[in-house]
Structures are given as structure tokens and as C-alpha cells.
């Protein structure tokens, strides 16, 4: 009965039938090993929710033939990985703090060989930020690219929300062409906070940039410095610039006008808080935009973005934090089929996703055009993100230590300093001891 | 069905008894050598999952200890005592131990006294003490995320209900799950499980027999005296366990981490700096700082510590109980 | 029973008592039937206008809730199960048998009970980690399968309570000792099996570290993703989902405690070290 009933089955219906489970499988993304259609490797990319949402693992099993197996970004399990020789195939990645640290202990895979051979992905087309995936040995942004940005924002530009402005009575609102100081923009963001019992229900603003130590960079550049020395091989927050882009970041925390170590917001980043118009006015570059478009219209109507502030009769100086994006390790199973999808997710669809929907600024120069323009908020801060990119700076990150390690030791001395409790030399002293102290035994571990 | 039907534990002791006098019976050797071969075999699964999963990850845990191994870099070399001279005098490490060793001293004395009056309540005899004892002991049935979960719902700045009834009395909102209040809320959800500790003293108040106390009320000693002279000596050996696994427990508290529900390395070092535990320094150091070696020695501190702690106690209340290793040995 | 005013003031103390435990369950349900704009209100908006019971349909097609209780009902079965077999196996031997090298070995077995599990357990991952055992679900077998020592010990106390005459009955009969813990000992120790089951089970699915270490995204468990998952595109909390999907990832231990209430404090309380 049953013999009898599969007989009529003909071989090209069967085919097609195993076919559509197959399919349905690697779909599912289920994690059993099945084997997909043309039996390439499934890639491991570590990745964080957003970056590869499950109707793009789909149309990588659709166009490319390639199953994604995602790992959640975690750079706990990261280590662990590497540690046990098993690392993923495409790794997400911070190129602005991370390359120098991979690239000194051997982990990344040089990928100018695959550049090379990309018909995709074409020297001349790549922007000037993809140098924050290169490292030579003694510096960021030559050598061979280890990676690439998936889009960038130069972080230090703030957006802010000019209802919350008329809500406190403030109408001037930072100018489009000229940045403000520091000073002012603190001043700024005192003016529009507004409290309530205890809580503060609209912060004035918020300064902490993608990571700590990533942040004071960025303000000790703006300030004409550079936290670390020529080498690479020390910290010191007693340089006057330094000093004074830590005292006024201290001043902006004593303020309370916006988040920080001792005052954290619950929703641990900018976005959520913006969107429930809490904030007027936030620390974050282009990409914030992206967020903005998908707020209430009132929101976006109301969202500028505004240039990155400078400390008077100093250059403007504008950073990128981040370059997030994707590395290889050297020791990846499949690296072939990863350059792949690498090459998709980095200069067709998805990039061009990306581009569109205004998370940051493509890293192909090629993709610019597709930049979102139509919405007064996207026609300005386009306008705004252009004239940036003439201040656009690439700093260096020690290859010594991890960059969490330099955040931890500043999420530990800090709040002392914070409260009042340490003097602002105080704190300089510790900072520049248990960094360096970090820096010396990662030196050992770096040939 | 209820708490009440721990009688079925407690008349046990009586049933062992029995057991071990009748232990006497003459044997072959070849009846020895079969008990010999079964014993064996029967501790064989554990013997073996002991030296896989315990011992080997401990002794290369030791092992790691000696380097400066970063899981990442193949240049790692042996630095000899080095991670243990600097643990010992890192100043974040001290601290985080000093941290713990003080959550230990009041959170266990805290948690077993609360059970312990608690237990005292619940065994007097009262209407519905099966639901009290029931309702009482559930929190303790929630798993650690589902806690962390709810207080941080409960400790919200903006929705929490802390707050609420702080506005409720025309109080100002405070941050609760920062400095210096974060250190409240971790005491407040070790609280919750109070249950706990109350079974299990429950389970050692049923066991004392009714005669006694009711002897000494007879000849005029006060509730306080009768429960100081009788009820509480031979509770000891509860309290005893208690004691040791509240410690074991409080040296390795884990909870701020879950309560910022962030496993990731800022997770780790921006917990609350009064919230920062020799457990969470121990993540950090891991997975922030990426020091394999120096975090393994880390870990083999605490491991000393909690030892030092057991012993400690075990002697500080020597002669007040121990528990038989093997009921044939005592004849 | 007269009710007078010690009696008022017990009954007091314990209603507040017991209120002040249940309360914070309280919140959680009523955040869980709270909508957004509830919870973003101030001052406090203490009850919802309207029950949002569809939070929990939401919070449950949000996050693929039914796999990852699935992960986790499987890793916590397969523990519970193969670690009760286990520790009573291994706790008859400690119980009933003896040979050289017991005493050390109840030795040992009783200061591993007090060795954080969590020390052992990042070692453990580099250690699995190169057998190729991570994102798989064979570490719960082996650490089920070498029993656990409280488990172990609870078996332990459990049967060295037990009668000597039946186990020499069986001797006597031929009965090897293999099969007189399955035919004779295991069939009695249905109140320590019970215990046994409901305390694995419960730590299995009240485990975070263990799971984050070891398993990728799609086969973790509801202990890690409920931490993380409820968020929009934005990474907005959504907190009455997170008290949604909180309510049902406790329930089922609660529900488990009350229908397993009396194995699980006869357990609780032979593990008392008497």
C-alpha cells in the first residue's frame, strides 16, 4: 500500500520535493548539520541582532547558496572560540579599537589578496574609513586591511530634538556650518535638561561616545592631543590636552545633565531614550539617523544633526569611534565561502540596504548616492554629514591591549572621581598606573 | 500536600539506627571481594566525572595560573608566582574580596536568622500554616534570571514600584540600581529567598521532639529560655549547613551581573561599583581585561578562601556536630 | 481557638510578611498586563486601565518562545534525568558497600559538594570547547551522567536509612548488588527521586552561565534570551514583555514545586547534613 502509493512518484517531483525541505531547513536556520543544495559550507559569523536579521539569512540561502550559521555577538564566547582554536568565519568588529589587537596576535586574516581579486570590491572604491581595518605594526590605516567597516558615522557629532528645545524656552539652536565648543555645548545642554523629583525626565544631553576610553580619545583630539604616545606603548591622561578633555568631561557628569557612570540610563544607549523624547540633545554621528527615521514623525520633524564640537583655537577635528564591521580569523574553517558573503553583505544588497535607510554612511563611495534625502532631518543632516567629512580624522589604538581592558580600568577609577571624591590629579595618577600597568603586560604577549 | 507532610524525612534518623546494628552478620571473603568490586563500580561513574570535569579543568585552571596566557596571543609564556604576588596586591581585587567578605557577613547571618524566625513562626500551630509555608517558600523557587527580572522591574528609576511608594510619600525617585542603593537591592533579593533557609530549619524544628520543650515550659522556663537551652542546640547541626553552604554560597554571589543582565565585558566592569564582587572581578578579568592566567589564579584564591572559611567554621563549632561518614565503621 | 493578641500580632506579622514576598510576583503580572505607554507614565500608574492579556500571546510569538523552552526543557530533562539515575547509582554505593579508599572518597565527594561549580566551569568550556562539545547538548549528558554530589549525598542519606534484612534477603537469594538497587532500592526512593528530579530540573532551568558559555544563539535557553531578547528595532526595553515572557519561564518551577511539594521538602530536608 504505501510501496504503492510512493511508485508514482517520479524522480524529478522527488528531487524537488527533498529540494524544498532541504530548503525549508536551511531557511529555518536550524543547526543540525544538513546538508544545503550544493553542499557549500555553512559561515559562522558572529554577529549582533541587528546586523544580520533573519530575512537577509535568507536571501543569503536564496542568491548566494550560503547558509548562515549566527553566533551572537559576545566577545566573552569570542575568546573562548579563539582560545579553543574554533573561532567563526566572519567576526563583527570595532576596526577603529580592534584591528591593532587581532593584527599583533596573529588572530586576523590579511584579506588584501581577496581585495585584490574583488570585482566587487575595488580599491578606488573604498572610503578612507575602511583604513581603520588596516594596521602595519607600528600604526592604524596603512599596512594590509584586516577587515572592513560595514558603515561608519563620525561619532563625536551630536543630533538634538528641537521641540525639547521650545519646551525649555531655549531657541538657539546649534548652528548647521559652524561647531560649537565644548563649553557651549555643555552650557547648552544645562539649559534644556528638565528634572522632576529626583529624576531627571529629559536629559540635557549625553557625551559618552561608543566606548569610554574611545570617547576621551575623541575629545583629547578635538583638544589637539592624543591620549596615547607616539609608540603606541603608553597612556597619559596628564598631557594638557588630555587633562582637559578629562576635566571637561568630568564637569559635564558633575552637571548631571546626562548619563553617565554614575548616573547610567536604564535603556543603556541613546537610542531608546530619544525616541521616548527624553533627550534633547544626543552624542551620536549620522548613523543615529537611522534610529531617528524610525521614531514617531514628530521626532524625525524635530531631529537635526549638529557638527562635532572643538575646544576654541583648536582644529576641528572630527573621529570615527568605531568603523564597526567584519574580520576574518586566520584560523576560519571556510574562508573561501565567507569572503563571499563578505562581499555581499559589504558592497551588494545589503550594503545597499544599509546605505538607503540612513545607518550610517556607506563605506563604498559608489553606494553614497543612495544616502536618504527626502525628510527635511535627512536633508540636513546629509547637508551637515558632507561638510563633516572634511575634518574627518583616523586615530590609532594601542595594539597592546584590549580596548575593554582600558574601559574596565576606567570604569573603576572613575566614579570616585565622579562623586568628588579624588581630586582630578588623583584620578589622572590612577588612570595613567593601571592603564600602562595593562599596557606592560600586554606588551609581553605581542612580539 | 503540604510543607507539613516533612515528618517523612524526619523520622528517619530512627530507621538508620536500626539499619547499622544489624550490620554484624559474618561474611565470606569471596562476599568481601564481590561488595569490594561493586563498590567500585557503583562510585565508578562519579570517581570518573570527578577527575574529567572537575579535576582536570581545575588543574589547568592551575596550570593557567603560571602564565599570562590571554587566550588570544600565541606568545604567552610561564610567569612563575607572578599572577598570585599581584592578586594579592591589587588594589581591585582586594577591594572586590573585602566587598564579598562583607556581603558574606550580612547576608548569611541576615538570611538565617530571618529563616530561622520565620521557621519558629510557621511551626506554631496555626490555621492555614500549610499555605503560609507554601506562599512563604515560593520566591525561593524562582531561578536567579527570573529574580533578577523581577527586581529590576521592581528597583525601575522611572516605572519601578520602589519608586512609586517613594512618591507615594512625597519622596524623591532614587536610582536604585546604582551606587549607593544597588548595594540595598542585591541584600532585598537575597532576602527574597528567604524560604529557603526557613525549610530547612522547619525540617530541623519538626525533628526536635515535642516532649522536650514541653517539659522545660512545664518547669517554668520562659519561651525565649526553652527555645535558647533546647530548641537552638539541637538545631545546631542545621544551622551548622546552613552556615557553610550560605558562605560557600555568598563568596561566589553572582547576582549583580544577572541583575544588569549583561554578560558582555562593560556588563561586567559597570556594574555598580558597591556591587563590584570578587565573582564579577573574576568575569572581568576573563573576559574584559583578557587575562586567562591571572583570572585562574583569581579562582584559585577563592578556592582557598572558601576552604579557609569551611574549615573555620567546622572548627569554630567543633564538638557541636558532625555527621557520621560510614554508619558500619561506628561498631 | 481564641484568638487574642499575641495570636492577632503572629497572624499580622505573617500576612505582612507574606505580602511583602508575594509583591514583588504582584508586579511583575501587573507590569506583564500593562501597555507601553503605561509603563512609561509618571507618576507610577500602580494597576493597568486595561489588561493587556494578548502582552503574553506577544511576548510569546516575539522571541521564538516555544523553541527556547524547548532547549530548555530538553538540556533541563536530560539532566534531571540522567543525573537522578546517576546519584542514586552512586549514593547506593556510598550508602549500602564499602572497600578501601571509602572514607577518603566520602571525602572527597563532601568538599566537592562545597566547590563552586562556577570555578570550574570557564576551565570546563576551553576544555569542551576542543572536544567539539560546544552548541551541543552533550555537556548536560556528561555532567548528568557523573552524578551530582549533593544529589549523590541525598541518595546517600536516603538508603543508609533503609533496612539492611532486605538487602541480605537478596543476597541470599543470588541477587547481584546491580540488581538489588533496581529491583529493591530504586523502587523505595520515590520521595528522593522526586526531590532529586525537581532540584536538577530547577537548577538546569535556572541556569545563565553555563548556557551563554556554551550554546549559540538558536539552541540556548529561555534563562539567556529572556535577558536580552525583548527589545524593538531601536533596542527599546520592552518591559511588559520582559514581564510577560518572566511570568511564563517562572511558572513551570512554581507549578513544578506544588505538585512536587512533598518529595521536594523530604529532599530539602534529609539534605539538611543530620
Keep these: 500500500m504505501h510501496a504503492r502509493s510512493l511508485a508514482p512518484m517520479d524522480r524529478r517531483r522527488f528531487l524537488g520535493l527533498s529540494a524544498g525541505a532541504l530548503g525549508a531547513a536551511a531557511v529555518s536556520g536550524c543547526a543540525l548539520s544538513v546538508a544545503n543544495g550544493a553542499g557549500r559550507d555553512p559561515v559562522t559569523v558572529m554577529a549582533s541582532d541587528g546586523d544580520f536579521p533573519p530575512e537577509m539569512v535568507q536571501q543569503a540561502a536564496e542568491e548566494l547558496d550560503i547558509r548562515i550559521d549566527l553566533v551572537k555577538y559576545d566577545p566573552t564566547r569570542l575568546t573562548a572560540m579563539l582560545a579553543s582554536g574554533q573561532p567563526p568565519d566572519l567576526v563583527r568588529g570595532l576596526g577603529a579599537l580592534d584591528t591593532p589587537y587581532l593584527v599583533a596576535r596573529d588572530v586576523a586574516e590579511d584579506l588584501d589578496p581577496y581585495f585584490a581579486g574583488s570585482s566587487i570590491l575595488k580599491a578606488d572604491d573604498l572610503d578612507p574609513v575602511n583604513d581603520l581595518w588596516r594596521f602595519d605594526g607600528q600604526r592604524q590605516g596603512a599596512g594590509p586591511r584586516y577587515g572592513m567597516a560595514k558603515d561608519f558615522s563620525q561619532d563625536s557629532m551630536f543630533w538634538y530634538n528641537r521641540a525639547l528645545f521650545e519646551q525649555a524656552g531655549v531657541d538657539d539652536y546649534p548652528p548647521d556650518d559652524e561647531p560649537l565648543t565644548y563649553e557651549e555645548w555643555l552650557d547648552l545642554g544645562k539649559r534644556v535638561v528638565q528634572q522632576d523629583g529626583g529624576r531627571t525626565t529629559v536629559y540635557g544631553m549625553s557625551c559618552n561616545g561608543l566606548s569610554p576610553v574611545g570617547n576621551l580619545m575623541a575629545i583629547t583630539a578635538a583638544a589637539g592631543g592624543s591620549l596615547f604616545s607616539e609608540d603606541l606603548g603608553r597612556v597619559d591622561f596628564s598631557t594638557p590636552e588630555a587633562r582637559q578633555a578629562l576635566s571637561w568631561y568630568l564637569e559635564y557628569v558633575q552637571a548631571r545633565v546626562g548619563p553617565s557612570l554614575i548616573d547610567p540610563d536604564p535603556n543603556v544607549w541613546d537610542g531608546p531614550t530619544y525616541q521616548a523624547n527624553r533627550m534633547a540633545m544626543s552624542g551620536n554621528g549620522y548613523w543615529f539617523g537611522g534610529m531617528v527615521g524610525g521614531s514617531s514623525p514628530e521626532i524625525a520633524t524635530a531631529s537635526r544633526l549638529a557638527p562635532a564640537p572643538v575646544f576654541a583655537g583648536k582644529p576641528r577635528v572630527s573621529t570615527c569611534q568605531a568603523g564597526t564591521g567584519f574580520w576574518m580569523p586566520r584560523k576560519a574553517p571556510h574562508k573561501d565561502t565567507a569572503w563571499r558573503l563578505f562581499e555581499w553583505y559589504m558592497g551588494e544588497g545589503p550594503a545597499q540596504g544599509r546605505a538607503s535607510g540612513g545607518w550610517g554612511i556607506p563605506t563604498l563611495k559608489s553606494l553614497r548616492s543612495l544616502m536618504p534625502g527626502e525628510q527635511p532631518f535627512q536633508e540636513q543632516s546629509l547637508r551637515v554629514q558632507n561638510a563633516e567629512l572634511e575634518y574627518f580624522s583616523v586615530l590609532s589604538f594601542t595594539p597592546y591591549v584590549r580596548s575593554t581592558a582600558l574601559d574596565a580600568v576606567f570604569n573603576q577609577v572613575m566614579p570616585a572621581a565622579m562623586r568628588g571624591d579624588m581630586s582630578l590629579d588623583a584620578a589622572i595618577g590612577r588612570l595613567n598606573d593601571d592603564m600602562n600597568h595593562q599596557m606592560d603586560l600586554g606588551k609581553e604577549l605581542v612580539p | 500536600m503540604t510543607v507539613e507532610e516533612i515528618r517523612v524525612a524526619s523520622d528517619r534518623p530512627a530507621r538508620a539506627r536500626r539499619a547499622s546494628g544489624a550490620a554484624a552478620a559474618p561474611r565470606t571473603s569471596r562476599m568481601t571481594t564481590k561488595r569490594h568490586r561493586a563498590f567500585y563500580m557503583f562510585t565508578a561513574p562519579w570517581l570518573v566525572g570527578f577527575v574529567l570535569l572537575t579535576a582536570f579543568p581545575m588543574g589547568y585552571a592551575l596550570w593557567l595560573s603560571f602564565t599570562n596566557f590571554d587566550a588570544v596571543s600565541p606568545h604567552w609564556h610561564f610567569v612563575g608566582l607572578e599572577n598570585y604576588r599581584e592578586a594579592l596586591s591589587d588594589p581591585l581585587t582586594r577591594q572586590s574580596l573585602g566587598r564579598t567578605l562583607l556581603f558574606t557577613l550580612i547576608s548569611v547571618p541576615m538570611t538565617m536568622i530571618g529563616g530561622l524566625i520565620l521557621a519558629v513562626l510557621v511551626n506554631r500551630p496555626l490555621r492555614a500554616r500549610g499555605l503560609f509555608r507554601t506562599l512563604l517558600y515560593l520566591p525561593a523557587v524562582v531561578p536567579p534570571v527570573g529574580t533578577a527580572l523581577t527586581f529590576k522591574l521592581v528597583f525601575d528609576t522611572n516605572a519601578g514600584a520602589a519608586n512609586g511608594v517613594l512618591d507615594a510619600f512625597g519622596m524623591n525617585a532614587v536610582t536604585w540600581l546604582a551606587d549607593p542603593y544597588a548595594r540595598y537591592v542585591i541584600l532585598m533579593s537575597v532576602l527574597w529567598a528567604l524560604g529557603n533557609t526557613m525549610i530547612i530549619s522547619l525540617a530541623g524544628l519538626q525533628d526536635i521532639p515535642r516532649e522536650l520543650q514541653e517539659a522545660s515550659r512545664i518547669d517554668g522556663a520562659s519561651a525565649w529560655r526553652s527555645f535558647r537551652s533546647i530548641t537552638l542546640p539541637l538545631l545546631s547541626p542545621v544551622l551548622l549547613f546552613q552556615g557553610v553552604t550560605g558562605v560557600i554560597g555568598a563568596l561566589q554571589t553572582f547576582m549583580p551581573l544577572l541583575l544588569a543582565a549583561d554578560s558582555s565585558p562593560a556588563g561586567t566592569t559597570s556594574v555598580p561599583q558597591d556591587n563590584y564582587m570578587y565573582m564579577i572581578n573574576v568575569f572581568a578579568q576573563y573576559f574584559a581585561y583578557g587575562r586567562f592566567g591571572y583570572a585562574s589564579a583569581l579562582l584559585w584564591i577563592l578556592f582557598a578562601v572558601i576552604i579557609a572559611f569551611t574549615a573555620l567554621i567546622f572548627k569554630a563549632t567543633s564538638g557541636a556536630v558532625f555527621y557520621n561518614v560510614d554508619p558500619e565503621a561506628k561498631k | ?274
Aim: charged share 10%; glycine share 8%.
Design chain 3, 1 to 274: 481557638m481564641k484568638i487574642n493578641t499575641p495570636r492577632l500580632a503572629l497572624y499580622t506579622a505573617l500576612v505582612l510578611i507574606t505580602g511583602l514576598l508575594l509583591g514583588p510576583f504582584g508586579w511583575l503580572i501587573l507590569t506583564a498586563l500593562k501597555a507601553p505607554d503605561e509603563l512609561a507614565a509618571l507618576p507610577i500608574r500602580w494597576l493597568p486601565e486595561n489588561f493587556q492579556w494578548h502582552n503574553f500571546g506577544d511576548a510569546w510569538d516575539f522571541i521564538n518562545y516555544l523553541g527556547y523552552a524547548r532547549n530548555s526543557l530538553i538540556i533541563a530533562t536530560i539532566y534531571a534525568v540522567t543525573v537522578t539515575i546517576a546519584s542514586a547509582w552512586v549514593g547506593f554505593g556510598f550508602a549500602r558497600l564499602s572497600a578501601p579508599g571509602k572514607r577518603p572518597m566520602f571525602g572527597l565527594l563532601l568538599s566537592t559538594m562545597m566547590l563552586p561549580q562556577i570555578i570550574t566551569l570557564i576551565p570546563t568550556y576551553l576544555v569542551f570547547a576542543r572536544l567539539g562539545m560546544v552548541n551541543t547538548y552533550w555537556p548536560w549528558v556528561l555532567w548528568g551522567l557523573s552524578g551530582a554530589p549533593f544529589l549523590i549525598f541525598l541518595f546517600r542519606q536516603f538508603f543508609v536509612g533503609m533496612p539492611r534484612e532486605l538487602e541480605e534477603a537478596a543476597i541470599v537469594d543470588g541477587c547481584s548488588y546491580t540488581g538489588i538497587f533496581f529491583r529493591i532500592f530504586l523502587p523505595q526512593s520515590w520521595p528522593a527521586i522526586a526531590a532529586s528530579l525537581v532540584i536538577s530540573f530547577g537548577w538546569t532551568w535556572g541556569d545563565f552561565i553555563a548556557p551563554t558559555l556554551l550554546l549559540s544563539q538558536d539552541k540556548t535557553t529561555l534563562a539567556v534570551i529572556l535577558t536580552t531578547a525583548y527589545r524593538d528595532a531601536a533596542g527599546n526595553p520592552l518591559n511588559n514583555l520582559v514581564a510577560a515572557g518572566a511570568v511564563m519561564y517562572v511558572l513551570p518551577p512554581l507549578l513544578l514545586f506544588l505538585v512536587a511539594q512533598r518529595g521536594f521538602v523530604a529532599g530539602i530536608s534529609t539534605s539538611g547534613l543530620k
